[in-house]
């Protein structure tokens, strides 16, 4: 069950109204790293979680939250654009100086959703199921949520230094705030899941299923050898085992030879060698 308070976390306030703005706020509410994709990603985690309460709690405490920053954010979004120019925007085709100043407003805030915040990017592709992870491995998908929330902040930070408005900005730090303590949490998450299971995932799989000869081998795919230098090249695998350099790319086998496909294909025909 879940309870609708009419109180936001951050006022969600602008000073001043700013349609170009919202357009780009809608990155980090309808985009692949947006409030949306974590909301319904911990959602969905933490539906599926079973028999691991603690971990359950956690998702679904976060997941909760991410609603209410979606919240936030179309608020904010719906705010910049009050008293959108509109009229100028239709006209911006036939005043190239009016279409220099709005031309960048996203024109589905005007045309789709009145003035308000959309499940989309900031250029209006729509926001996609796809982008989120429920895997039920928790410790893959605390992983996942690790990056979602380090992508997450890294556009948060960005969208911070293009906005001079103090409102707007209120609300980034706020965010900026959250998803500190979110990486935090998934950090601490995965360090005591890989205390107890290992950090390869699955843990369940037994290493027979392998060529453990080549389990800790990098090898060398590029020109040169600069990536021997690092720590992932040599000395102790996080897993216990030995990391080790190949100079060379890995096993070779034959080049694969194709028969030619039936007729009722109507492939390309093989070429004939010339005589």
């Known amino acids: 069950m879940f309870y609708h308070r009419k109180e936001l976390q951050n006022p969600a306030m602008p000073d001043a109204p700013d349609p ?9 509410l309808g985009g692949q790293y947006g409030e949306i994709s974590v909301a319904m990603q911990y959602l ?13 709690d956690l998702i679904m405490d976060t997941g909760t939250e991410e609603i209410g920053h979606v919240e936030m954010i179309a608020t904010m979004i719906a705010r910049l654009l009050d008293d959108a120019p509109v009229k100028d925007q239709e006209d911006a085709a036939q005043n190239p100086v009016i279409g220099a100043i709005l031309g960048g407003m996203n024109p589905q805030h005007a045309i789709v959703s009145g003035l308000g915040a959309m499940p989309v990017n ?34 948060v930070a960005r969208l911070y230094e293009m906005t001079d408005d103090r409102g707007v900005k209120d609300m980034l730090s706020f965010l900026l705030t959250r998803d500190t303590m979110h990486q935090n949490q998934w950090i601490a998450a995965i360090r005591e899941l890989e205390s107890q299971e290992g950090v390869i995932v699955p843990s369940t799989a037994p290493p027979e299923l392998e060529k453990q000869e080549m389990s800790h081998v990098l090898y060398n795919f590029s020109a040169g050898e600069e990536s021997s230098l690092g720590s992932w090249a040599s000395g102790p695998a996080p897993d216990g085992a030995e990391f080790q350099y ?15 496909a039936p007729a009722y294909t109507h492939n390309t ?3 004939t060698p010339l005589k």
């Open 20 to 28: 170009l703005f919202a357009k780009k706020l809608q990155e980090i």
């Open 122 to 155: 900031s250029t209006g592709v729509p926001w996609n199921a796809g982008y989120i992870v429920a895997s039920g491995n928790l410790l893959a998908d605390f992983r996942a949520n690790l990056n979602a929330e380090s992508q997450g902040r890294l556009q």
């Open 269 to 271: 025909l093989p070429e």
């Open 44 to 56: 969905f985690q933490g539906f599926n979680t079973r028999g691991n309460e603690k971990y359950k």
């Open 246 to 260: 190949a100079a060379e790319p890995g096993p070779v086998t034959e080049k694969p030879v194709l028969k030619p």
